[in-house]
């Protein structure tokens, strides 16, 4: 394969604290300093939410244009993916950052099980989100957790209801959601290509099924997502040092299948976002 793949790096989320695991990036400089060891070691996106000095989760739209302003000037270039989801705040104060204009959000458009609650995502909000991406520009990134999320993704991008290219990703092995099935995998795989054959697919793996996940993609021709967010070891006994370990292995991965990693810019085309 000659395709090249696009590395995205989940740098913190919103539940590892540095008790799970020290490298755990929490400040607004402690994720700079983690993105750009990131975007050296492969990764080409940025997916970032952000925290309160306490470590809890936030959607204070500050702290994310902070955020902002610190990646544009470390990392020139990378795509800065910022996170709508329902962790950080209710509601539409989970869109509040959405006028920075960044490259991608998430975009999360059913609801579904999470380890211990409903990550609950009603109609009208979804619409709410898409309309504020659509306003300022910003290209979703479709966060599927089920089959019916990858049909209602296709659905709204037909309807022209999703700002840019229609771009989704896998998320396998959530407890209570999907799990990490590679029948289910192959399966996402064909419905992308019969339904929405111009669209990209990327996967994300969550805890040990990082590295499982990571390869179906490569080795399928979808781009993949790894990150501290995900998963924070290297194997049951190893924490990983870094976000940039978790990528770098990643792209050994695209290595082993004879695709190359790709550069910001040409994740940037690949994907169809303006330029930086």
Known sequence: MSNPCILCCAITGSVPTKAD???????????????????EAGASIIHAHVRNADG?????????????????????????Q????????????RGGMLPLRPDMASLSVGSNNFPTRVYENPPDLV???????????????IEAFDLSHILQAIWLSSERKL??????????????????????????????????????????GIGPNQIIVNEWAIAAGGH?????????????????????ALIARAAKLCEKYERPVATPAQARSVLGLRAA
């Open 21 to 39: 695991n020290p490298a755990v990036p929490i400040s607004v400089s402690e994720q700079v300093e983690s993105s750009h060891a990131a975007v």
């Open 56 to 80: 809890t989760p936030s959607s204070d739209p500050d702290k994310f244009a902070a955020l902002k302003e610190g990646l544009e000037k470390h990392c020139p270039g990378v795509i800065i």
């Open 82 to 93: 910022f996170s709508t989801g329902g962790r950080s705040g209710a509601g539409q104060a």
């Open 127 to 141: 619409a709410w989100l898409s309309s504020e991406m659509q306003t300022y520009e910003v290209t979703p990134e």
């Open 163 to 204: 700002y840019g290219n229609l771009y989704v990703q896998f998320v396998m092995g959530v407890k209570n959601a999907m799990f990490a099935d590679r029948e289910v995998f192959d399966f996402y795989v064909q419905i992308m290509k019969t339904r929405a054959p111009d669209a990209q697919w990327c996967a994300a």
């Open 224 to 244: 993949t997502r790894a990150g501290l967010e995900d998963n924070v070891r290297l194997d049951r006994a190893t924490l990983a040092p870094s976000n940039a």
